[in-house]
């Protein structure tokens, strides 16, 4: 009397539609604000995406820049976010205007693109707030993020007994790759380690985590304790005097030379004093 | 064909009761179809979405007019919408679940998007992995944000809404006959206010308030000189000196 086949296939039918339902509402919930911002529609659009590192400076240089004279009723920003190599492969496609990155240009990156330095960042060392070691070597940080030293009673300094838990990025940070070149060559991070998408969900391992180690942004630092590193410690002043060892420069990725109000936003960044202020609250400035 | 109509042939007669099963079995199986659908309706478990939030100021933060909000429902939220009455400056491009005990979920990390200024942003989850990105019901989402003029330099207080995302399934097998079928839906709450009793401006648009006050003791004061009589240039003196009394002293 019934075909249960079609039956069947009528109820995969409503799934398929309820998914692309849903996928649609997602879009609709989330890209509302992308699509209508208040500000006027004729003004030019500087998209953004990328590193995570980069975007809580981006955020706060696209506002200051908006109340400056020079971007005042000028432009407005669209944010996103996603990883370096997510916004160095958005801007070479074209998807977006500047891509946020936080390490140095690879070899694989597409051609056509361009590195544009807007500040530098100082890479952190970080352990659970109970865990106070003062600092390590070069070699120590090698050996606990190569997995050779597993145990926190190994690690001179560390008051801690216990598997070490390393966390570092995915694949697809800059900070990763950073941290890669800067600490670790020609070692290899351990394969067994925790990997986290963000700075923040990184810091919230090592909040939460008494036997947790990993590495931060300098602007990410609630809540944890910071190590020096080859004597020296991780901090701003540090960093803007070129002590310390674990500085990498933050980057606007633009495809091809920067032009028209992305190009005039990036000279406001390097050259405006506003602009190397708000830079320096918690980055090293361009200058 | 005349032959079948004329209804002398076996074969008209064949064709009659073709056509009178077809139309029963096509009109049982509406029949059914329709009640399977009621079935799904009624089954649908999702009565309503509960949230509820709330917006406080970032004492400690190295940017002004920097606030924090966190939300929590009682369902998974598979993303969220904030927005205001108030034009934001800036947004944290992530949030995190967290439990009660602050302790961050694992797999609960939003990504936000949005323009900047704008009247809020859109976070999500990511659709595309499994199991899809949930902030889960009872856990709180945190998060940042700045103003891009002062809090309180508007003629309302601030406001904030949330608007948040749930996608669940129903699995409908009240027939035996049929194979259970699974549906996905997508449902969204009414925008629920954020709770800003911490934020609260004292004064509305403090400068301009400020700049009324000045301009009502200078007339005020004008009238001292004015005045012929001397009981008079004591009220006058009097309501002066409370005037400027008034005029916050920072203007």
Redesign the interface.
Known sequence: MFNPERNEMHGERNTLKSSKGTVLGLLLVCLAFVAVPTAAQAKPTITISGSTTVAPLATQLAKGYLKSKAGRNKVQFKILQGGSDIGVADVSRGRVTLGMSSRIPKPSDPGGIVFNEIAKDALCIATHESNKIAGMTQGQVQDVFSGAVRDWSDVPGSSKNGTVNVVIRTAASGTQDAFDKIYMAPKKTFSGASQKASNGLIEQQLERDPLAIGYLSLAFQKGVHILNYQGVPCNLRAAKSGQYPGTRPLFLVSRGALSGPAKRWVDWIRNNKQALNIAATAWVPFK | MSELLNGKGEGFRLILLVFGLAVA?FG??SL??TS?AKADETTDPLVGINCTGKVEAITDS??SDSFTYEFGCDKDI????IVSNR?L??????I?G?NAA???GVGQ?F??????????????GN?GKTPATVITAGNKGIGEF?M?NPVCDANAQPMFWG?A?T?YSTT?DLDP???P??????A?TEPFPLDVSAIECEVLNPKVKARQLKMKAKVMCSKVKKTKSKQARLVAKKKCDRARAAVPKAS
Do not use: H, K, M
């Not at chain 2, 079928?181 to 997508?186: D, G, N």
């Open positions: 079995i049982v199986a059914i179809s399977s190295i940017f598979s993303a969220l919408t034009e400056g800036s947004f944290s491009t992530e995190i967290v602050g302790e961050p990390d990504f936000c998007v949005g323009a900047v200024p704008s009247s809020g942003f859109g976070c999500y659709p700045s891009f608007i995302q996608v409908n006959l049929l194979p079928v699974v549906r996905t839906w997508t969204t």
